[in-house]
């Protein structure tokens, strides 16, 4: 009679061994996902959602928007684009300024559109806004055709010269908008990025939304 053939069985203390290594893979699966997860939110894109009518109509109540964190870092704000920044004064913008000083309390967020760039001088009145920089010496009025008849107003007589990083925000809804004219200039710093994507409502969805190029010609049409 032959021999029976013999196989290997898996030990209890093998079948524990194998568990734990699963275990402390998927755990560190789990920290590497949420590690990069905190990486892309804090340094590369976050999303926002719009609260409040100082963008209409440009952008309204519950506007899902992806916001580009890198581009300022490479390069610098553009007249018309559509920024999220923290409001000056209101705490540390950078989270990792916040981590260093057991600070985690973030900031108030706003959403508005950089009008004036450094170097510049901007003047606020009844007639719109006028910009003065080296270009144009005599300045020129800002064609904005953003804006609805029913949101213009707020305050107005307001002048600002512009040092270097310093901005001038404005809301699409004047009427409403808490902007440079109220609070003072944006400097660089608070600034947490470009509107880079808009994902609600579906209706909306697009690239750069509400970004404005404004064109030497028509600039010079209303000078």
């Known amino acids: 009679m032959p021999d029976p053939v013999m196989t290997e069985t898996t030990s209890p203390e093998k079948m524990i061994d194998s568990n734990t290594s699963s275990t402390r893979a998927f755990a560190w699966y789990v920290m590497l996902a949420l590690g990069l997860a905190l990486f892309i939110r804090f340094f590369i894109a976050a999303p926002y959602v719009v609260s409040g009518a100082s963008m209409e109509p440009t952008f309204d109540n519950w506007d899902y928007l992806i916001t580009d964190r890198l581009s300022y870092r490479l390069g610098e704000p553009q007249r018309g684009d559509v920024v999220v920044f923290c409001l000056p004064g209101t705490g540390e913008c950078s989270f990792l300024e916040r981590l260093l000083h057991k600070d985690l309390a973030a900031p108030r967020t706003l959403i508005k559109r950089v009008i004036g760039l450094p170097g510049e001088t901007v003047s606020v009145s009844d007639e719109g806004v006028r910009i003065v920089n080296t270009e144009h010496p005599d300045g020129f009025l800002l064609d904005e055709p953003y804006l609805a008849l029913e949101n213009l107003g707020g305050p107005t007589g307001i002048q600002a010269t512009l040092d270097e ?59």
């Open 165 to 223: 990083n310093q901005y001038f925000v404005l809301g699409d809804n004047r009427r409403v908008s808490s902007d440079s004219r109220i609070w003072g200039v944006l400097p660089k710093d608070d600034i947490i990025g470009h509107v880079l994507v808009r994902l609600f409502p579906l209706t909306t969805v697009g690239v750069l939304p509400g970004d404005a190029n404004y064109s030497e010609d028509a600039k010079n049409s209303i000078e």
